[in-house]
């Protein structure tokens, strides 16, 4: 899917089997049932909700070849919507009080229904992102959403492959930084 060689090349030693995954995931070879801008999109959202500013701009600028600036606003959209819904809805899936399962979350959601991408796409996204902020209920509901739609389990493990390989590069990215950091400090 994307050029990102020199994102790899940041990564340190010690995250060399990432260097190896993220070429694999962010290829349609190696993403099985998803098309390439499908991948370019979960990749973006999945970016955008690890929050690490080397990795969101280097998806970003290979994205962008791939995505229409409309698919890459329902990306932004995507990794917004889930901060919210997977901290309500994990909040209302530990707590383990059917009161508050039962009360409307009262949340804003509208783009769910028209979110500037086609409706797989956009879910296999909703699920890569929850995966990453580790909402079970979200992860549950989108799943379940997805296979209704007829997505195969390939794509689904596909987009939760692509959530867990760039969670790992922005913590390889951030642990880096941090030992450059504390190098120059010493």
């Given amino acids: 899917m994307m050029n990102l060689s020199h994102l790899r090349d940041l990564l340190p030693e010690a995250a060399r089997d990432l260097r190896l995954n993220l070429d694999q995931v962010l290829s349609e070879s190696g993403a099985p049932g998803l098309d390439a801008r499908q991948i370019a999109f979960i990749a973006l959202a999945c970016a955008l ?68 991408i086609d409706t797989s796409t956009f879910e296999l996204g ?13 992860l549950s509901a989108h799943e379940a959403l997805l296979r209704r739609h007829g997505v195969s389990v390939e794509a689904i493990q596909s987009a939760a492959r692509i959530a867990a390989v760039l969670q790992g590069v922005a913590v390889a990215l951030d642990a880096e930084m941090g030992a450059e950091r504390m190098s120059q400090a010493a």
């Fill in 49 to 116: 909700a690890v929050r690490q500013a080397r990795l969101q701009a280097a998806v970003w600028r290979a994205a962008g070849a791939i995505l229409s600036e409309e698919e890459r606003a329902a990306a932004v959209t995507c990794a917004a919507l889930m901060g919210m819904n997977n901290v309500y809805y994990r909040f209302t899936h530990l707590v383990g009080v059917e009161d508050y399962r039962q009360m409307p979350a009262r949340l804003r959601m509208n783009a769910l229904a028209r979110p500037g």
């Fill in 126 to 138: 909703c699920l890569a992102v929850s995966a990453i902020n580790g909402c079970g209920a979200c």
